[in-house]
T-cell receptor, first 113, second 115 residues
Framework: AQSVTQPDIHITVSEGASLELRCNYS??????LFWYVQSPGQGLQLLLK??????LVQGIKGFEAEFKRSQSSFNLRKPSVHWSDAAEYFC???????????FGKGTTLSVSS | KAGVTQTPRYLIKTRGQQVTLSCSPI?????VSWYQQTPGQGLQFLFE???????NKGNFPGRFSGRQFSNSRSEMNVSTLELGDSALYLC??????????????FGEGSWLTVV
């Protein structure tokens, strides 16, 4: 069955430190991949997406993600975290027939000062 | 360009009642999808509409239904509400929704509490 796994439920990072959130997918073929962020009480905001081509994709708010086919991963990174980055982050995948997004369970990011 | 707009943002219903939620997609977007978000189950796909036709459906009971109008606006309805239907319902829109890697944009959601 198709699935998306985010191994880390909760991560705490010091402000100014680097961040990496993990995402692994299980699909028959390489899916389209997305990272969304959700602040408390809000909807989902798209950070970045991977469809094809360059495996390092840049997104908004200084985030980037790297697609690694051999590891079935699409990890999200940021070189220097700001307090305003505290939120819940969701990795999602969509097969190339373009049907429903399948989401991971999310990773809650806390930022300490 | 306006984003995905959902109404109402918050509502409280009694068990056994029904509820209708509304979604206006981004201008030009023809695909509208609905998702349910709960702490226990996370984000789950309900259904997708494209050009007024339901094109894909998730694994939810028949109490959950939806429709799309000619202007691409969509509504979802939940009948005979149960306590477990309390959730954030998110609407998403995309240009075509199927194939070719369409970017999917989400609204702010409608918070439903069933008491």
């Amino acid at each position: 069955a198709q699935s998306v796994t985010q191994p880390d439920i909760h991560i705490t990072v010091s402000e100014g430190a680097s961040l990496e959130l993990r995402c692994n997918y299980s699909y028959g073929a390489t899916p389209y991949l997305f990272w969304y962020v959700q602040s408390p009480g809000q909807g989902l905001q798209l950070l970045l997406k991977y469809f094809s081509g360059d495996t390092l994709v840049q997104g908004i708010k200084g985030f980037e993600a790297e697609f690694k086919r051999s590891q079935s991963s699409f990890n999200l990174r940021k070189p220097s975290v700001h307090w305003s980055d505290a939120a819940e982050y969701f990795c999602a995948a969509q097969n190339q027939a373009g049907t429903a997004l399948i989401f991971g369970k999310g990773t809650t990011l806390s930022v300490s000062s | 360009k306006a984003g995905v707009t959902q109404t109402p943002r918050y509502l409280i219903k009694t068990r056994g009642q029904q509820v209708t939620l509304s979604c206006s997609p981004i201008s030009g977007h023809r695909s509208v999808s609905w998702y349910q978000q709960t702490p226990g189950q996370g984000l789950q796909f309900l259904f997708e509409y494209f050009s007024e036709t339901q094109r894909n459906k998730g694994n939810f009971p028949g109490r959950f239904s939806g429709r799309q109008f000619s202007n691409s606006r969509s509504e979802m309805n939940v009948s005979t509400l149960e306590l477990g239907d309390s959730a954030l319902y998110l609407c998403a829109s995309s240009l075509a929704g199927q194939g070719a890697g369409n970017t999917i944009y989400f609204g702010e959601g409608s918070w439903l509490t069933v008491v």
